[in-house]
């Protein structure tokens, strides 16, 4: 299994489009820092404006913390589409090339292959929020430095000390890992039904972008939906910066999203194993 995995792993890093998901982290975070270098102050300014009226900020307000935090709330919800460039492609890619009569030939099992590929594109989602957190939370430490997180919410202001952050800032990335993984899942399920890439690709995040127009809508009909969706529950990584923290609201997001995910793999490994090669 482990020779499988690695297999896998080699075919994404042999392909141009695994590497478009670190260069673009990696500029938009660059872009960010450099923004922040030159304007942050003013910036800062624009977002406490609401609240300065009646309380009187200090200290060190533009920190490293603080720069991850709006790194991550710009980030974190279009990686999915970073994740699916890759994903969509795992099963249909070998359809489109022809080799998947090859695959499925071999002397192993077809659930074997498909946990493979699973694993192969887990492990590239890791790598690209590993590079997200060194880059956000590292280089703004380093250019920013420490200091006390201003949470600012539509409703209200929360302030975490520094020394409070750390832990919340992996849980977030542990979260976004979980959430990325239904997204590799989705894509993974479409892919085993696709002989392009394209369809799967564009179908992922057209699922996406229609679950989180209905989460944004203010309707009844919506509201009994939206608890539901994952999309709902991809956000929950924001509600470990609330002080207190309500555990019950997201131990019942990260089981609904554990749900999808295994649905939705469920669902690749029925069509998978059953896929006609013949075809």
Known sequence: ???????????????????????????????????????????????TAPVQTTFMLEGNVLNGNLVCFIIL????????????????DLISGEAAMG??????????????????????GAFYVFLLLLLLGILALGGGLLLFGSGDLIVLK?????????????????????????????????SLWLSCMADNSIGPIITTMAVIIFFTIIG????????????????????????LFDQPLDLNMIRNSLAVL?????????????TFTRKDINS
């Open 1 to 47: 299994m482990w020779n499988l995995i690695l297999t896998e792993c080699g075919k994404i890093a042999a392909k141009p489009r695994s590497y478009i998901g670190f260069i673009a982290i990696s500029v938009i975070v660059g872009m960010i820092h450099l923004a922040m270098v030159l304007d942050g102050a003013g910036y800062i300014s624009f977002i």
């Open 73 to 88: 709330q710009t980030l974190i919800l279009q990686i999915p589409l970073l994740v699916a460039l890759v994903t969509g």
């Open 99 to 120: 080799t998947i009569r090859l695959i499925l030939t071999r002397p192993v099992s077809r659930s074997k292959i498909l946990f493979a590929k699973f694993s192969a």
């Open 154 to 186: 539509s409703e209200e202001l929360t302030i975490l000390a520094g020394d409070d952050t750390l832990w919340r800032f992996m849980g977030a990335l542990a979260v976004a890992f979980l959430s990325l993984l239904v997204v590799a899942a989705l």
């Open 216 to 239: 944004t809508m203010d309707i009844p009909f919506f509201d009994l939906i939206k608890p539901f969706l994952f999309t709902t529950h991809m956000v929950i990584w924001r509600n």
């Open 258 to 270: 554990v749900i999808h995910l295994i649905g939705f793999y469920g669902a690749a490994w029925w």
